[in-house]
């Protein structure tokens, strides 16, 4: 998505656009089909455009469809960066916290876009964003243990929650976000063998 600042009336079709599309492949998927089968008429009918305003924006579904998810994508970043405490992954669940409060409020999309009907666009850039905002926060050494470099640390870390966040959405949402939340705080900062300690109390988050 283009930094240059739009005009008001271009982002406002943007947005019918974005959410027509987004709306769309949520209920292509409960019929059972993919993204193939929603076509660009779909799509203008549903934002109550023509097809000439379409191809003024977009030459493809799939550029559309690129934007519209960063859209939903840069509502999560805007809830970190406006955090009115600092966020510490190491610290406490709260970065967690609102990653699955954000999962939570479009489950019926996240569920789509991560799942088997799913491009891995949406996963990848989950983790791009989540090593990115970890690697600059916790400040790690460039080399860990001697050999492993923070990056695959932190993005090994990333790729687990990601497939957290699948898991519970594939299984209907069995645990709160605070679970969740508090769950992959006590994985990523502990480890597995932190569950299985004697004594060992629930997460919290």
Request: hydrophobic letters at 40%.
């Amino acid at each position: 998505m283009s930094a240059t600042k739009l005009d008001p009336r271009v982002k406002r079709t943007r947005k019918l656009l974005w959410d027509a599309i987004l709306d769309l492949i949520i209920e292509a998927d409960r019929a059972g089909h993919d993204l193939e089968a929603i076509t660009i008429q779909d799509i203008a009918d549903r934002a109550e455009v023509n097809r000439v305003t379409f191809y003024l924006h977009y030459k493809t579904k799939s550029e559309l469809l690129g934007d519209a998810i960063e859209s939903r994508l840069s509502e999560l970043t805007t809830a970190f960066e406006t955090s009115p405490s600092p966020i510490n992954l190491l610290e406490s669940a709260k970065g967690y916290q609102l990653l699955f409060d954000h999962i939570a409020q479009y489950a019926a999309l996240y569920k789509v876009l991560l799942g088997e009907r799913g491009t891995g666009y949406v996963s990848n850039r989950i983790i791009d964003y989540m090593t990115d905002y970890a690697s600059r926060q916790i400040n790690l050494p460039a080399e860990i243990s001697g050999f492993v470099s923070s990056t695959l640390l932190v993005r090994a870390s990333a790729s687990s929650v990601v497939s957290i966040v699948t898991w519970w959405l594939r299984e209907g949402m069995p645990y709160s976000p605070e679970q969740m939340a508090a769950f992959c705080f006590q994985f990523c900062c502990h480890g597995f063998t932190s569950f299985l300690s004697p004594g060992a109390s629930s997460p919290t988050a």
